[in-house]
């Protein structure tokens, strides 16, 4: 299994709601890595997990709250969100921890209504 | 500022007809550079690393190169299904010991049967 799944494909809230953001792998991978994605623009990093551990924090508002349950799960909970949050947000793991050869999920596409 | 510029913007061939993508960095503590291949709506799919300057990796059609200041992704007789938007993302140690990672704006190649 070689690939990173993250589920819902797309998500609409308001901007009360809690949601939550799923992403997966199952490649034994050590990193993992929460992006988001504005449109014609290229993925900005969120947050780094290394074995597990919230390693790197972007600077990202605290109503986005990350979680790493277990080596091959990594969430996203979201709340109070704001229009301009709507974006794809990409999970992506690599096996190194140096963002070497990082495989990308399909992206969830939120929007923040 | 560390900043990583792609050109062109946008880029269309004729099938076959071959042609460069430049990434330009100006970063200092180049840990490594990454291209990325992105399709409309996915996530990127990773295509090569290059750490050190004169380093070149080739596939299929496809040979990155990297200098001391910018790095090529050559194409070399280009098919339709080499459209898409292509990203380069620099690792680099910032002066607070830690490693950051910036993607530049991507190409959109477009190949024309």
């Known amino acids: 299994d070689t690939e990173v799944t993250q589920t819902p494909k797309h998500l609409v809230m308001g901007m009360t709601n809690k949601k939550s953001l799923k992403c997966e792998q199952h490649?034994?991978?050590?990193?993992m890595y929460w992006y988001k994605q504005k449109a014609k623009k290229p993925p900005e990093l969120m947050f780094v997990y290394s074995y597990e551990k919230l390693s790197i924090n972007e600077s990202v508002p605290s109503r986005f709250s990350p979680e790493c349950p277990n080596s091959s799960l990594l969430n996203l909970h979201l709340h109070a969100l704001q229009p301009e949050d709507s974006a794809l947000y990409l999970c992506?793991?690599?096996?190194?921890?140096?963002?070497?050869?990082?495989?990308f999920g399909p992206g969830t596409r939120l929007t923040v209504l | 500022e560390d900043q990583v510029t792609q050109s062109p913007e946008a880029l269309r061939l004729q099938e076959g007809e071959s042609s460069s993508l430049n990434c330009s960095y100006t970063v200092s503590g180049l840990r490594g550079l990454f291209w990325y291949r992105q399709d409309p709506g996915k996530g990127p799919e990773f295509l090569f690393t290059l750490y050190s300057a004169g380093e070149e990796k080739e596939k299929e059609r496809l040979k990155a190169t990297l200098t001391k200041k910018e790095s090529f992704l050559h194409i070399t007789a280009p098919k339709p299904e080499d459209s898409a938007t292509y990203l380069c993302a620099v690792l680099a140690f910032m002066n607070t010991g830690f490693q950051k990672l910036v993607f530049g704006t991507g190409t959109r190649l477009l190949v024309s049967p």
């Open positions: 992506a793991s690599s096996q190194g921890l140096n963002y070497n050869e990082q495989f």
């Open positions: 490649m034994g991978h050590r990193a």
